[in-house]
């Protein structure tokens, strides 16, 4: 152990040092809470004392008194007459240099004229050459740096770090590194959780990706505009696109592969955990090098483990680049604490409690949140759009251009009721997945400006989406009606403190509902107390895996589950993994799922032969449909007289089709039970064919929802307000008609886009296999929602559905169309002629996809 070294072990068992920084958090709690109680500051002695051990610890190589020494300095920075300070610029300076926190340098401000220090600047020099990021202007803090030189050497890595730590970026430097070192000759794919992060991962794809030899790609078909042109390309895609892509074996080979958020594949409850495996199982049978990354994860060389590869090539970064404060509100009980690791519990007075839930709520996020970005956690819409209205009829108007904008966007396409509208005004939005995807995006662009201040949200904000805040108030331990894990409630509360815009974030657990979930019960506190996170298994390779592989066992010998009260989408879980373990036993991979199988049940050959010796449907079929059952699939397949899909798209024939879909995959059984089934009975049909009908004409979003509304109108129909409960639609009822909306894009997104257009394109590919000619492609319909052609390869070079059909109405001119394909694309010529005034919105939303600002 070196002298410094020798030096932190000493500071971080030091009484006095703990004193110092406990006093601090004192401090800093009393002053955001306006406490009538606050501290005397430090004196001249402590307040040295507390930046040399900053400077100590800042040159360890341990992560907790690196972290400790970041601390200091965020909890200084944030109090009363220190930030301007010319010592307190010169020790920040030096301690965040050599922690390699270069983004945050700018946030204390530099002091270069009485900052004579060599070792600074050398130790800047040194780590600004080293740590570039390659075709960067940022550079690596020292932890990233240190993943990125381990992630050269190795044919596949695993890693995991705070949700602030920059995983993406790490990525995206490691992409430019493999193109630059490799002379442009890989594929690369990245694979995103949800369909609606592809935009946001694309847009920025475009940005740092400088090799114009690259095209970003994010539909399984590779355009032949991008194929005439002899590029290299980077997928971004979901893991469906992913099975669907490799299911053409004239598709180019994908050589890399980035798994973000990979702690997806360790739910055991989550329907698109057996699906996420599936698609990452094909990749490894194709050789694709595998890299993942993961919030806060002990364990990272669990992805490895999963895939079969050595599991060295793994690490966990502790180290944060931005501080944490962490603070309990307890509205009922009339009580506020702020965590410490360096003492007891801090009490904090300050704030007025009431018995009233919206006063408590607008006392607490309003004061405490004051002139900063606020994220407000809610764990339903429901309860999201209630607090995000009620916070926000109390405002003043606090207007923008770009929010007026926004405002006129919705009533333009969206609907004049739509509630987001009056939040807006003042200065707060809600965001969650029901949102349509352009309003979403406008939503995310005004909060990073700081235009809206308070955005009240879902677990969306877990599935990848980029939006860090200063402070994060989480009012629910809960997903939807689900307890959150460590992992997820860590993720969450990352969101808290933005790197290169502040040092800190508040983490701000508020009780202000009085129910179980929302921080009534004391091991929810202790959660964010503790701040520990036990290391985290694939229910594949648990040793107590609850049944998972008997129950497997069972569901492909058509034996009832161990377990009686399984939940309709646990039964689809284990269904789903039933599935793809027969097509790894039919192709013969050596896979965790199917070793692990043969492990766990004496009689699983006898099973998988009784299984596979009845099967008919190619495997290339049954690997890109692992969320049908295979029996039905065989059923289907064996049956001579199968119904040809309709040839037209108006109302009857979808739903004729859909009647189709209904009968031979037992919708009945298949997808009427639990929470929220795909149909309650075959009277839903009607309505998803009224839907489909719009959709796959090429209706705008607006056309689309008030064809829905008439037809709910004049049917009298009952509105899913939530689980399982109903009331009949009325169209003079501005909730009704917020909640059709919301239901109405979540339909399109899963239930047409995703549930329907699996069975269609399984329906189409037995048929083709049987030697039937299919003439309407319904499953391409359903997904890009036109029957269009020319607008289908308008998505497929990368825009959305909207701005397509925009300009196939208005600017086709600017497009070659041969046989059925885009063969040409004249961007400048588009860029000329396109009216800026009459389309404004559609020039910023192209300027963005096509870099021409």
Known sequence: MNFFEELTEMALNDEYLKSLIYKAE????????????????????EYYDLLRFADILSRSKKPEARNTALKIISLLYELEGYKNDNDFKNFSESVLTKLGNFPSISIVGSNHEDNNDEEIEI????KSTMQQAPNSKYIFTDAQYDVFEKMKDSNHYSFSGSTSFGKSFIFEAFMNYIIDERNASDNIAILVPTRALINQVTIKLKSEIKNKKY??????????LYKNEGNRFIFVFTPERLISYFSDSNNPSINYLFVDEAHKLLSDKDQR????????MQAKRKSVKLYFASPNIPNTEVFLRLFGNSIEESTSITESPVAQNRFFIDCIDKKAVMFSDFGKDIPLNGLKY??????????VVNKLGADKQNIIYC????????????????LQNNSSKRIEELIALIKESVHDQYFLIECLKKGVAFHFGKIPQRIREGIESLFRSGEIRFLFCTSTLLEGVNLPAKNIFILSTKIGMNYMD???FWNLAGRAGRLAKDLSGNIFCARIIDQEGYWKKTKEIEKVKNKKITEIESPLMKKNDKNLYKNIS???SGQPFTNKNLSANEKKYINMYGNILVYHDIVKSDSILRNRFFEKNKDARITLEKVTSTIKVPDYIIAQSANIRIDIQNKIFSTESTDQLPEGTDYKSCLQMLNILYDDYEWQKEESIGLNPLVKNREHLNYYAVLINSWVNSKPLKIIISNTIKYFDEHDKDLNIRANQYETFNKENATHINILINNLISDIENAIRFKIKSYVNNYILLLVERGVEVKSNWSDFLEYGTIDRFIIEIQNIGFPRHLATFLKENYPHCFQFVEGEITEFDTHKLKNEINTEKYKNEFNELSKLLEWT
Do not use: C
């Not at 955990?273 to 990452?280: A, E, F, M, N």
């Not at 009431?354 to 006392?363: D, F, P, S």
């Open 26 to 45: 004192t401090i800093y709690g009393q002053t955001i809470f306006n406490s009538d109680e606050l501290n005397q500051i430090f004196n001249s002695k």
């Open 379 to 394: 764990n339903t819409i429901e309860y999201t759009v209630k607090h995000a209205r009620e916070f926000s009829s109390h």
């Open 486 to 488: 460590e992992v997820n």
């Open 554 to 556: 069972n569901s492909l």
């Open 354 to 363: 009431t018995k009233n839930e919206v006063e408590n709520l607008i006392e």
């Open 215 to 224: 095209k970003i790609v994010s539909h399984p078909k590779v355009p032949l």
């Open 123 to 126: 130790d800047k020099i040194l």
């Open 273 to 280: 955990t057996p699906l996420l495996y599936h698609s990452l």
